[in-house]
């Protein structure tokens, strides 16, 4: 058996999320059809780095799955292209030793949400960016990524819905939010991530920016460890998994 | 009766175009049923600058229609966007004279078209840009643009399907085309277009631009005043109407 790792890329305004669900138009389903096809109907199953939920995009996730086919690197890239929707796209393919996995081995990942910050919405960023109307404060943002950024339990910044169990500390090695024209782009490294973490985080920066939160707050609402004590979700269609990366491979 | 004139914007991937049609999901169709729900069930008839086709978006597009009511212009826009879905937004709402008429007035269009040129494609540009992965040699398609802009006969560059009577001729104050990274834009200026005349057009200009003709060829080929000398429309997500002009209005 051979082992393929893939980097793909989603646009995830189509898709009811990243898992395999009955009926449902799923990342996970499109690229599992895909594979076993090319296995004359034998059932391929993928993993991933991650899930992502509807509406979220993927610029650099990646999966791996095992073949008993020996196909050449760029063959693998040709024959799942030419299987896939246009929303899906296999943007570079690699053979990894067998003790590789997509979703253990993740060193870290980047997400990025971006707000569109206008008045009035544009139709062509309806989903590809989040609508925000107010007027944000730039700088208090800013100082309140330092507050977020480093190692810390993030519960109060996680969905209560998680099932993670164990420890809800995570690492952010960035976190940063620049504002270019009418687009306001949040960056996230981490080496891990909890279920909606990013985007509970930007709701309460986004509040920062609205002067309804202090900078400093952040601090005591770590401590807090609990979720009720922070805003709403923002919505999926400004999130995008911007890069997986693995120890020795990259 | 008051005549109103508004600027709207949509995103054409998920149209059936723009012209109202039967069980079909048409610019026009959800325009006057949003009309439709605010006259309380009485049909209003809206006209616009023309039509575009499926997949084609828009920026500034801009139709009118008759109401027997007086509400404020802001109102008129704050209603209208409740009622429309995500896609199509109204951006400026006018009161005109009775005169006016949105497709008789027109002044001056314009119409863009873009090109992502790179060897790959990219997800979130399949819906926005038309995928072209071979080189482009840019000074050739300046060079014919020369050619097209001014006053001729387009029955060459026109669909064989158009139902237009008399007159061919028309007007282009600007062709130009510019690349900016992997982005080409072409931007079209005129008095008016026929049937598919931008799709036409730039097939031909990438033609000019892989070397495959000349961009002094373009005079002999208006000449010729037929659509079989041309090759392939090019697909309309990369096409966008981006201003309609009228006289004295604006």
Known sequence: MEKVKCIISYDGSQFSGFQIQPKKRTVQGALEQALTTMHKGAHVRIQASGRTDTGVHAKRQTIHFETPYSIPKANWKQALNTLLPGDLFVQDVSFVPDSFHARYDVMEKEYRY?????????????????????????????????????????????????????????????????????????????????????????????????????????????????????????????????????????
């Open 114 to 250: 971006y707000v569109w910050n206008e008045k009035e919405p544009d139709v062509f960023k309806r989903n590809y960016a989040y609508h925000f109307r107010y007027n944000i404060d730039m700088a208090a943002v800013q100082e309140a990524c330092l507050y977020i950024e480093g190692t810390h339990d993030f519960t109060t910044f996680s969905s209560a819905k998680a099932t993670t169990k164990g420890s809800k500390v995570r690492t952010l090695f960035q976190v940063t939010c620049e504002k270019q024209g009418s687009e306001v782009e949040f960056i996230f490294r981490g080496s891990g991530f909890l279920y909606n973490m990013v985007r509970i985080i930007v709701g309460v920066l986004l509040d920062v920016g609205q002067g309804r939160r202090k900078p400093e707050d952040i601090t005591a609402l770590l401590g807090k460890k609990d979720r009720q004590f922070v805003g709403e979700t923002v919505p999926p269609q400004g999130l995008y998994l911007w890069n997986v990366k693995y120890k020795s491979l990259d």
